[in-house]
C-alpha cells in the first residue's frame, strides 16, 4: 500500500520565514535565507544597488571559499532576477 502523509506535520516542518522575500535598501530582491547565508560569509548586501554588482561579489567569494549553499544562493538570486526582469 501507499504511504500516508501527515500534512500537518509537514507544513509545521516549512520554514516560510526562510522564504520571505524583502528587499535590500536598494531594491534587490532577496530572501531571508539568502540574506543569512549572504551574512555568513561576509558580504555587505545592503551596500549594492543592482543584481549584477550583487552576483559579481558573490562570484568573487565563491572563489575563496567552499560554501555550496552561497552558490545555490547566487543560481536563485540570478534566475529570480532574469523571472523579474526579463520582458516576456
Known sequence: MGSEYNIEKLVSEIDFNANFIGYNRQ???????EIDVLKR??????????VSELLYEIDDVISEVDDMELEEVASNISERNYYLNTKK
Open 41 to 50: 560569509n561576509s558580504i555587505d548586501y545592503e551596500k549594492f544597488n543592482s
Open 27 to 33: 531594491g534587490v530582491v532577496l530572501t531571508n535565507r
